[in-house]
């Protein structure tokens, strides 16, 4: 569940630095783009990663899909927060030189 929260936290200050951005013109170029971009690739990628931990986790326990079920939803989670984590710090380098 701690993985889930940081994402939940991490993408909580994302939205808020694009929109204070977007409403003050400065956010950096291309960044508006990179919004609506970003994510299918992200959430496919994630989605992949779900999909392989889960087949990897029935391989090993074939009498436990609950374990399957954790299984990709860290790995979903994890692949979110990088790039989630990734936009933060370059959003916030932004800021911290504009």
Same mark, same amino acid.
């Given at each position: 569940?701690?993985g889930m929260m940081q994402l939940w936290m991490e993408a909580g200050s994302v939205i808020a @630095?694009?929109?204070?951005? !977007? $409403?003050?013109?400065?956010?950096?170029d291309g960044e508006n783009l990179r919004m609506?971009?970003?994510?299918?690739?992200?959430? $496919? &990628? %994630?989605?992949? %990663? /779900?999909?392989?931990? %889960? *087949?990897? !986790? $029935?391989? &090993?326990?074939?009498?436990?899909? =609950?374990? =399957? @079920?954790?299984?990709? *939803?860290?790995?979903?989670? *994890?692949?979110?927060?990088?790039?989630?984590? /990734?936009?933060? &710090?370059? $959003?916030?380098?932004?800021?911290? *030189? =504009?």
């Amino acid at each position: 569940m701690t993985g889930m929260m940081q994402l939940w936290m991490e993408a909580g200050s994302v939205i808020a @630095m694009r929109t204070t951005m !977007s $409403l003050l013109q400065t956010a950096p170029d291309g960044e508006n783009l990179r919004m609506v971009t970003e994510k299918p690739a992200v959430f $496919l &990628r %994630a989605q992949i %990663a /779900a999909t392989s931990a %889960a *087949g990897a !986790s $029935l391989m &090993r326990h074939p009498f436990d899909p =609950a374990a =399957a @079920m954790v299984a990709a *939803g860290r790995a979903w989670t *994890g692949t979110v927060s990088r790039k989630t984590s /990734a936009n933060r &710090r370059r $959003l916030n380098k932004h800021i911290a *030189g =504009a």
